[in-house]
């Protein structure tokens, strides 16, 4: 069966410190991959998805970035954190189109 | 762009009531997927509706899609503390925008 693996659980970082954040999946193969954010009490923000290794869209401009270095390896990065990146982070994969998307656990990072 | 919104934003009932989130968009609805998070957790997929005029029953969930496809529904009936959490539509079109979420919480 496939799984989702996404650390750390939570994370606090100073204003101005890198990020890097890891999901990994297994028990599928080029599974489409996603980054969302969810600031406390809110919807899901889409930041990142990915169809193939080395193939990023951005959906909203911002100062993170994300690459997929492997097939089922997505990393969410930033050199230069904000106050306003302060939220749950999120990772998913989806078998493609209109398939489902299935979520890891999340990181909870907190800016100080 | 596409915005998805739910009403309402919070529901507290007593265990036993029923309880109803609706989904509406600005657009025509193409392909909706509702999800449960519960509280300090991630979300979890519970059904996808595609047809207009669509129903599906999961035990005490019912789920509609709109015949004209602006609008979608969620309906617990006898509501458990089970229950608790924050249910999300979402529009698959290209990519999936969710919705605003409906926060439930239950007393036993």
């Known amino acids: 069966s496939q799984t989702i693996h996404q650390w750390p659980a939570t994370l606090v970082q100073p204003v101005g410190s890198p990020l890097s954040l890891e999901c990994t999946v297994e028990g599928t193969s080029n599974p489409n991959l996603y980054w969302y954010r969810q600031a406390a009490g809110r919807g899901l923000q889409l930041l990142f998805y990915?169809?193939?290794?080395?193939?990023i869209s951005s959906e909203v401009p911002q100062n993170l970035s994300a690459s997929r270095p492997q097939d089922r390896q997505f990393i969410l990065s930033s050199k230069k954190l904000l106050l306003s990146d302060s939220g749950f982070y999120l990772c998913a994969w989806s078998g493609g189109g209109d398939q489902p998307q299935h979520f890891g656990d999340g990181t909870r990072l907190s800016i100080l | 762009g596409q915005q998805v919104m739910q009403i309402p934003q919070y529901q507290h009932v007593q265990e036993g009531e029923d309880f109803t989130t609706y989904c509406n968009s600005s657009?025509?609805?193409?392909?909706i997927q509702w999800y449960k998070q519960r509280p300090g957790g991630h979300p979890v997929f519970l059904i996808q509706?595609?047809?207009?005029?669509e129903v599906k029953k999961q035990k005490r969930l019912t789920f509609q899609f709109g015949e004209a496809k602006k609008n979608s529904s969620l309906h617990i009936t006898a509501t458990q503390t089970t229950d608790v959490g924050t249910y999300f539509c979402a529009d698959f079109t290209d990519k999936l925008i969710f919705g605003t979420g409906t926060r439930l919480q239950v007393f036993p």
């Open positions: 990915s169809v193939g290794i080395g193939q």
């Open positions: 657009t025509t609805l193409s392909n």
């Open positions: 509706l595609v047809k207009s005029g």
